[in-house]
C-alpha cells in the first residue's frame, strides 16, 4: 500500500524501464506506478569515465520518456553498469561471452553502479550508487550450470545477485545489495520525498 503522502503528491508514477527487478523493487517500496519500457540506443561516448557512465544513460532515459507524458507525473528511469577493472561489463550476447564475462569476476572484486533519474514538474534530481561485490572462486562446472539454467544473458555483467549464482557465489558486498539487483531503493525513496517537496 502506497504511503499517503506519496499518493496525494504524485497522481501519477512512471517507471522508464522494462526490467522485472526495477519493477519488483519498486512495488517492495509500496509505490503504486506504471512500467513505459524504452527502446532506446545505450550507447554512449567513448570519452565519458567509466563511473558516469549509467548517469549518462538514465538521463537519456529520462529525456525520452518526459516527452510522453505530462509534468504533473513523476518520473523514473534507472541503468546499473557492471566495471570490473578498466572494463565495463554489459548484458552477454551469448553463452560464451557470458562464461567469459563471469570468469573475469569470479575470485575477484568489481563494482556495480546503478544511477536514477527522477523527475517531476520543474524539477529533475540525478544521482548514483556504488555496490562492491566480492565473489568466491567457482570452477567452469558450477558457471555454466549458472548459464545453463538462469537468464544470464539479459543482466549487466551477465549474473544476477539474486540468482542462484548469488547465493552460492558473493561472499560479501560493502554497499546497497538493492543497488546490484538494479535500484538502491533507500536513496530512491530519500530522493522521491525530496522532489515532492
Not at 503528491?9 to 513505459?36: T, V, Y
Not at 554512449?44 to 548517469?55: E, F, V
Not at 513523476?74 to 550476447?93: C, F, M, Q
Amino acid at each position: 500500500m502506497q504511503p499517503s503522502f506519496i499518493k496525494n503528491k504524485f497522481p501519477k508514477i512512471i517507471l522508464g524501464s522494462g526490467s522485472p527487478r526495477r519493477k519488483e523493487l519498486l512495488e517492495k517500496m509500496g509505490l503504486d506506478f506504471k512500467i513505459h519500457s524504452l527502446d532506446i540506443d545505450e550507447s554512449y561516448p567513448g570519452s565519458i569515465p567509466l563511473n558516469k557512465i549509467a548517469t549518462y544513460i538514465s538521463q537519456i532515459k529520462m529525456k525520452h520518456l518526459s516527452t510522453f507524458y505530462e509534468k504533473s507525473c513523476l518520473l523514473i528511469t534507472a541503468d546499473t553498469v557492471v566495471r570490473y577493472k578498466n572494463e565495463v561489463l554489459g548484458k552477454p550476447l551469448d553463452p560464451n561471452q557470458s562464461i567469459e564475462m563471469l570468469k573475469k569476476l569470479v575470485g575477484k572484486t568489481h563494482i556495480v553502479t546503478t544511477a536514477c533519474a527522477l523527475k517531476y514538474k520543474e524539477k529533475e534530481i540525478v544521482f548514483s550508487e556504488d555496490t562492491k561485490v566480492y565473489f568466491k572462486h567457482l570452477n567452469n562446472d558450477l558457471l555454466s550450470y549458472y548459464i545453463q539454467n538462469y537468464q544470464a544473458l539479459d543482466k549487466a555483467g551477465s549474473y544476477g545477485i539474486q540468482d542462484w549464482i548469488g547465493m552460492i557465489g558473493v561472499e560479501k558486498i560493502i554497499g546497497s545489495y538493492t543497488n546490484v539487483v538494479g535500484l538502491p531503493t533507500a536513496r530512491l525513496y530519500e530522493k522521491i520525498i525530496k522532489i515532492a517537496e
